[in-house]
């Protein structure tokens, strides 16, 4: 069975621009998360969204946005990119059936801003 | 808020011998879910232990075990017989019950090291 995957890999940009990345889940999920994992800050939960619905967002500014597909892949929309953007963006996926699923994780994006 | 911490940076250990990373975590929860991740230097990352936090039993998977103490919000991660492939970032995980509300919350990682 075909795991989490996103893409693109690797993406460079310039800053005061705008990225689209990519996830498509575990077939079978339904929950899609995203997390940022910067050099020096860790891994921490961007967004989740449930069934379509965004159900709950980390400590990020409105321009990380995103959507879930009624195939309940999902992608992450990044706008006004700025240096400290630049990161690791890993995706997981998950059934929801009350809390506490393991997630899932995907390869990651890497994001560079220059 | 959880908060998770993994206070050994890096570890470095014998091919073979046993190692174990700790990891305290804080919240007013009763119930709540555990993790170890392990992330390779390829970067994916890979679930190695979960642990329900209502089950007193330490949860097993082969050569990985935990020692989880409830009480002292203590949930450490032993490895034994440590080969060479188990070289990578370790994050200690936290998820609390009703779902991905929060996402999984993290610990800063141990960059584990297994010397030949």
């Known amino acids: 069975e075909a795991g989490v995957t996103q893409s693109p890999t690797h993406l460079i940009k310039t800053r005061g621009q705008q990225v689209t990345l990519r996830c498509s889940p575990i077939?079978?999920?339904?929950?899609v998360y995203w997390y940022q994992q910067a050099l020096g800050l860790g891994l921490q939960f961007l967004l989740w969204y449930d069934e379509g619905e965004e159900r709950n967002r980390g400590n990020f500014p409105p321009r990380f946005s995103g959507r879930q597909f009624p195939n309940y892949s999902s992608e992450l929309n990044v706008n006004a990119l700025e240096l400290e953007d630049s990161a690791l963006y890993l995706c997981a996926s998950s059934f929801f059936r009350g809390g506490g699923e393991t997630q899932y994780f995907g390869p990651g994006t890497r994001l560079l801003v220059l | 808020a959880q908060t998770v911490t993994q206070s050994q940076p890096e570890m470095s250990v014998q091919e073979a011998e046993t190692v174990t990373l700790s990891c305290t975590y804080d919240t007013s929860e009763s119930n709540y879910y555990l993790f170890w991740y392990k992330q390779p230097p390829s970067r994916q990352m890979i679930l190695v232990i979960r642990q329900e936090a209502y089950k007193q039993q330490n949860a097993t998977e082969n050569r990985f075990s935990v020692n989880f103490q409830k009480a002292a919000k203590s949930f450490s991660l032993k490895i034994s017989d440590s080969q060479l492939g188990d070289t990578a970032m370790y994050f200690c995980?936290?998820?609390?019950?009703?779902?991905?509300?929060?996402?999984?919350?993290f610990g800063k990682g141990t960059h584990l090291i297994i010397q030949p």
């Open positions: 995980a936290f998820s609390q019950e009703g779902g991905g509300a929060d996402g999984l919350t």
């Open positions: 077939s079978g999920h339904t929950s």
